[in-house]
């Protein structure tokens, strides 16, 4: 098969169903020409649908706890011995159980904090050591995180998952730095719109969050399709030279301020209140 990830091997973590975007680039990587394992963590395999996945682009599944660098030491030797060396990795984890409990931002339980802190944002640089360490990324490699505005922004309801981004974005600038010097391997995050998949819509008022983006964006809002695209393209050789970046996939909401339609919006609810 050809196309432009042709002879490329990899990771993908965290797809779950038809939905995630980790599975849309999956499906996509695959129509390239890419090769790769799929992993998610047991639990969540349980819940998903990843070996109909697996059988749809002829790939491997290997559970890994991503926390677990005993998981990972597992995952990696396996892609190792598979693949050899590595061409590209998609973090595409998060979660949140002060989020899934509605516990609000001024009253976080600390041990749920830290537990979604290690699962979404210090997995990635977990992920990053293991591979560091068996030095197994092919120069101009791509290793990738999902993340989302809110890691600048204030976003009632998104909670702790907010500082969980800021931090797996801090973490992709200061180790991808190391990777570029020293592997010549790209790390860059993707800032993505709010996308519907099993995980955004579990967070309180996403629905407002996503018709809002949606009327602010000049293009609307990036769909998990749009995300999954432009993965393939940061795997691809077409983009050797971008790294340490956070790459807002959002049409434009990242830097439109309001819009007519939401201008338009708010007057009429306005005067329908004062009528």
Same mark, same amino acid.
Request: net charge negative; proline share 3%; glycine share 8%.
């Given at each position: 098969?050809? *196309? $432009? ?15 995630? $975007? ?14 790769? $394992? ?9 819940? #998903? ?26 995952? &990696? ?11 590209? @990795? ?23 904090? /830290?537990?979604?802190?290690? @699962?979404?944002?210090?997995? &990635? ?31 009632? #309801? ?21 990777? #570029? ?10 800032? /993505? ?8 819509? *579990? ?5 407002? &969050? ?24 940061? &795997? ?8 340490? /970046? ?30």
């Amino acid at each position: 098969m050809s *196309g $432009i990830l042709s002879g490329k091997k990899g990771i993908i973590f965290g797809a779950l169903d038809e939905n995630s $975007i980790a599975w849309k680039t999956a499906v996509k990587s695959h129509e390239e020409g890419a090769e790769f $394992i799929l992993t998610n963590a047991p639990v969540a395999m349980r819940y #998903g649908e990843i070996q109909k996945l697996a059988e749809q682009t002829n790939s491997e599944v290997v559970p890994a706890d991503a926390t677990s660098l005993e998981d990972l030491d597992n995952l &990696f030797n396996v892609a190792i011995e598979k693949f050899g060396k590595l061409d590209f @990795i998609l973090h595409s984890i998060g979660m949140s159980i002060n989020v899934r409990k509605g516990q609000h931002y001024t009253d976080m339980n600390y041990d749920w904090t /830290q537990k979604g802190w290690d @699962i979404s944002a210090v997995s &990635f640089h977990k992920v990053m050591k293991t591979a560091w360490d068996k030095d197994c990324m092919n120069p101009w490699g791509s290793i990738l995180a999902l993340s989302y505005i809110a890691a600048q922004r204030v976003y009632p #309801g998104y909670n702790d998952m907010a500082d969980n981004k800021a931090y797996l974005e801090s973490i992709a600038r200061n180790f991808g730095y190391y990777w #570029g010097k020293e592997k010549k391997v790209r790390v860059n995050t993707i800032s /993505q719109s709010p996308t519907p998949t099993t995980a955004g819509k *579990g967070v309180k008022g996403f629905g407002g &969050f996503l018709e809002i983006a949606d009327d602010v964006s000049p293009l609307g809002n990036a769909t998990a399709e749009d995300c999954a695209s432009l993965c393939v393209m940061m &795997f691809s050789d077409y983009t050797k030279r971008m790294t340490l /970046q956070n790459i807002y996939n959002d049409g434009g909401y990242s830097n439109t301020g309001v819009s007519d339609e939401l201008v338009n919006s708010y007057f009429a609810g306005k005067k329908s209140e004062e009528e």
